[in-house]
């Protein structure tokens, strides 16, 4: 009994061979690029999909171990950066990694660029991890701040990606979610709120930038 008991531990604690970890790299970018394509297909409640499979990839702690850690590689790459950066002194709110598009007759939503960006940030150099992870993109009417890493754990910690808090959480996210930072659109027909919040499609952004730093690892693994 001792000895099955030693056995079944043993069996438990048995790490994942280099091999098999990047298996699962492969899966996950291939999940991500799924997400991707279903997002941009209409279907953008995948996001919070999407933001679990960043989780896989990037959070790392004492209890959640990244797969890019696991691999020996979350430290190493360097990440695409297209955000729109926060400029000190400006008071206004900044959406980070958004952009707004307006369609006269039809009203204003929050957009992925994907790769449609402006000359800064298209031109912006790619960020060692934790910058890139922990530094604030995202600034609220109040001046309250949120990084890559808050977005997706929001996401899916929170607002149902991999568990659904029962106490709602971050008002000020909530709000701005709800009502766009504030922003309005008019037109001949009045003026209106944003038809989207821009949560969801930061995290379609940010779906794009891993994509695109995966990209050259994945076509050389073995």
Known sequence: ???????????????????????????????????????????????????????????????????????????????????????????????????????????????????????????????PFQPWWNTPIVKGPTGATWSRKDLVLYQTNKEGGAHLDPQMSDAELRDIEQESFGFRFTDQNGTTRFLNGPLLPSIRQMMSEVISTLEPIINTLP
């Open 1 to 127: 009994m001792v000895r099955q008991k030693k056995v079944k531990a043993a069996r438990r604690a048995a790490n994942r061979s280099q091999s098999e970890l990047q298996s699962k790299l492969r899966e996950q970018y291939a999940l991500l690029k799924v997400q991707a394509d279903a997002y941009d297909r209409g279907d953008h409640i995948i996001a919070l999909s999407g933001a679990t499979t960043l989780r896989v990839l990037l959070h790392n702690t004492n209890a959640s171990h990244a797969l890019l850690e696991q691999l020996g590689l979350l430290s190493t790459l360097r990440y695409l950066d297209t955000a729109q950066h926060i400029v000190p002194g400006n008071l206004l709110p900044n959406p980070g990694l958004v952009h707004m598009k307006i369609e006269q007759g039809i009203g204003a939503t929050f957009e992925a660029p994907i790769d449609n960006l402006s000359p800064p940030r298209a031109n912006q150099s790619p960020l």
